[in-house]
């Protein structure tokens, strides 16, 4: 046993430093003992499999937060008891035990994976991912606000039950990919990232400034597509009118988490009403934006926490552009 601990901390110690076979390494001698806690909890079926696949991206993404790395197989069990008992919980099925102590929330992860190498292992796996499997996997793990299978499913366009397939696929895929892409990863994807809070910062200056227009012809791509689920509902004139139409009457948007990609970018808003009229818009808003050449070519906007109906009319729920659709 002691062998057996030993081994696991040097592979602990080698993905820490870097090496992405070792994590696939440490996942396989350990991924009969997560499935077993998986089966125990939830029973046989596709959910304990989800889960194992689940588990094991966050285990992949959370190596740095590993304190005892002879420890490295209970952290793992942890994980994926951790992650059944939030599907319980999201079914709604009775779960008496309390939930153990884990360090960090999946809410962090993306923050975390700034000061660890794995991040880099992580966005190239995504990048070989399909359109329809990356959005929701981005969704899922590395935004705050539009993370619920229900929300996925509204900026997709698509059933719940297409978004938990499509997340299974993904998981599974990333996880396969990974050893492949751990040698080409590169060490630009900070920089992306800091850039990408550049250009939400210099959209929002220029929207107030009157020049969010020219923005948009210069910088967006000219066929840009404003997206409601699957569907077309209009281009950059109608962004550019709801976006004058929200400052004049005193709205303003702060961006305050972002994740990017070579062709997505999230852009997570805080919304500020005016005073006189606090229900103007939701309180905030995720602009998902597909890319191309570093181009803008599709937006989606999704408001993760909706006011309660009763205090907004329905035209502000749903998509940022509440006028007519172009």
């Known amino acids: 046993m002691t062998d057996l601990r030993e081994r696991d901390a040097a592979l602990v110690l080698a993905a820490q430093a870097g090496e992405a ?4 390494v440490l996942l396989d001698r350990h991924r009969a003992g997560m499935r077993a806690v998986a ?6 079926g596709p959910d304990a499999e989800d889960v194992v696949q689940d588990a094991a991206l966050t285990a992949l993404r959370r190596i740095g937060d590993i304190r005892d790395p002879e420890a490295v197989g209970p952290w793992l069990r942890m994980i994926v008891r951790n992650r059944c008992r939030g599907l319980l919980r999201e079914a709604r ?5 309390a939930e153990p102590p884990l360090a960090g929330h999946d809410a962090d992860l993306g923050r975390a994976l700034d000061d660890h190498a794995t991040r880099t292992w992580v966005w ?4 070989a991912l399909s359109p329809t499997l990356r959005l929701p996997l981005i969704l899922r793990h590395f935004s705050e606000g539009v993370t619920g299978y229900e929300a996925i499913a509204q900026v997709c366009g698509v059933p719940v039950g297409t978004v938990r397939s499509r997340l299974s696929q993904a998981r599974a895929k990333l996880l396969d ?5 751990a040698q080409s990863a590169y060490s630009g994807l900070r920089s992306r990232t800091e850039a990408s809070w550049a250009e ?5 200056t220029a929207a107030e400034s009157g020049r969010f227009g020219a923005l948009l012809r210069g910088e967006w791509s000219a066929e840009v597509a404003l997206m409601s689920g699957a569907a077309r509902i209009g281009g950059a004139a109608l962004l550019e009118r709801a976006m004058d139409r929200d400052l ?4 303003r948007q702060r961006p305050v988490n972002v994740a990017a990609c070579r062709t997505l970018a999230v852009w997570e808003m805080v919304i500020d009403n005016p005073a006189d009229d606090p229900a103007h818009c939701p309180p905030s808003v995720a602009w998902i934006m597909h890319l191309d050449g570093g181009r803008v070519t599709q937006l989606r906007l999704h408001h993760p926490r909706p006011l309660r109906p009763a205090a907004v009319p329905a035209e502000l729920l749903g998509i940022w552009p509440h006028e007519e659709r172009v």
């Open 177 to 181: 990919a990974l050893a492949g892409t």
């Open 21 to 24: 076979a070792a994590v696939g």
């Open 200 to 204: 939400a910062r210099d959209t929002l």
């Open 124 to 127: 190239e796996a995504i990048e």
């Open 39 to 44: 089966l125990s909890l939830l029973g046989p």
């Open 93 to 97: 099925r009775v779960e008496p035990v």
């Open 248 to 251: 004049s009457a005193g709205v």
